[in-house]
Structures are given as C-alpha cells and as structure tokens.
C-alpha cells in the first residue's frame, strides 16, 4: 500500500528544545515536501527536495532545517522550536510522469509548542 | 509575494447541483495548477492538475484554467454531501514550489 507515515502525530514541547519530525513514503518517489497548515493562511511550503542531497527553501523556512539522506525519508528538523512554529505540519511525497502527477501526503503532525 | 486567493466560502449548494470553486493567482510564470481536497481532520488529496488553459475532465469533475486571466476554477457536477471538504487551490511558480490558497468550504446539503 502506498502511504506517507509521519512520527510523532502529536508532539507539545517547550520553547527551544530541538526536535525532529519524521517523514517516510514507500513509493519511491524522487520529490518530498514540508507544509505548515494554520487556521485562515492554508497551507505554506517550508522545504522541499527534488531528490537525495537535494533540497531547497519554499516560502516559510526560517527556523526549519531539512536533510535526505535517503530517497524515502526526509525529517524536518527544529532545533530551536519557538511558540510562533505551533502548527500542523504536513509531509507529501511526489512523482512527475509526462504531464500526470501523483501525491500523496502523511496523516499530518500537530505541534504545541510552549 | 507570490499570491494564491480564494473565497473562504462556505459555499453551499443543494445535492445534485454544479458546485463552482474559483481561485485567482497573481505570478504570470505559474505554469501547473491544482487542485485538492481536505474534509475535516484529514491530510489534502489530490484530485486535479492542470496545465494548458481550457478544460479538463476528470468523472464528476472539470477544472478551468485562463492563464490570461489569472484564473483557475474547479467545477463539481451533481454534488453529493460527501463532497462537502475545503477545497484547496495551488500553483507552481517554478521549480518545485508550490503556494496554496486558504481555501474555500463547500457544503452540499441533501
């Protein structure tokens, strides 16, 4: 079964305590992306990566760092977490075939940041 | 700032009527369009792209797009109250960035 897993779902954690989300899909896919869901603002891209060792800046990076080491993961990292980063937090993984694209994203991670 | 805008809605439309979900973008370069669906609680689905203006079919679904215009609309035929979601509208505006509008609610009421 295809399917984007991210770990943890849940998370509540003080202010500047680094933590690290994960993401992994299973579909071999070459292009991941991090969004951030907020109330009235939709979604925002934070990072994305077109492949392994490839990544690059969406519109909400500060604060966030990234890293793909392998194909099918692709953490998002928080090393000084701060208030304003309380969100829900999305991973999504993609193909490009010709004209036709595939994505899938993971169940979503909430975020609380004290 | 590259900009994606919707009408928060709700949008409320009788089972069996053509739901219509407009979306405005203000980059020229986008060349790629979407369209997703989020019901409450749950992660966005899929469920058009575009890329050339006109139409495209999908089942109950038909996405517009007028580049010229700055204008991508989704249409809904004979809407079921399971179709009633927020409905999200992206663009690429190069690269592989994608900027999402805040989306529009859709109620289908039976």
């Known amino acids: 079964e295809a399917q984007v897993t991210q770990n943890p779902r849940y998370l509540i954690t003080v202010t500047g305590k680094k933590l690290t989300v994960t993401c992994s899909q299973n579909m071999n896919h070459e292009y991941m992306s991090w969004y951030r869901q907020d109330p009235g603002l939709g979604l925002r891209q934070i990072y994305y990566?077109?492949?392994?060792?490839?990544?690059d800046k969406g519109d909400v990076p500060e604060g966030y760092k990234v890293s793909r080491k392998e194909k099918r993961n692709f953490p998002l990292i928080l090393e000084s977490p701060s208030p304003n980063q309380t969100s829900l937090y999305f991973c999504?993984?993609?193909?490009?075939?010709?004209?036709?694209?595939?994505?899938?994203f993971g169940p979503g991670t909430r975020l609380l940041v004290l | 700032q590259k900009e994606v805008e919707q009408n928060s809605g709700p949008l409320s439309v009788p089972e069996g009527a053509i739901a219509s979900l407009n979306c405005t973008y203000s980059d020229r370069g986008s060349q790629s369009f979407f369209w997703y669906r989020q019901y409450s609680g749950k992660s966005p689905e899929l469920i058009m792209s575009i890329y050339s203006n006109g139409d495209k079919e999908d089942g109950r679904f038909t996405a517009q797009l007028n580049k010229a215009s700055q204008y991508v609309s989704l249409l809904i035929r004979d809407s079921q109250p399971s179709d009633s979601a927020t409905y999200l509208c992206a663009a690429n505006p190069g690269g592989f960035k994608t900027i999402f509008g805040a989306g529009t609610r859709l109620f289908v009421k039976a």
């Open positions: 990566s077109m492949n392994v060792e490839v990544t």
């Open positions: 999504a993984s993609t193909s490009l075939s010709g004209n036709q694209e595939t994505q899938y």
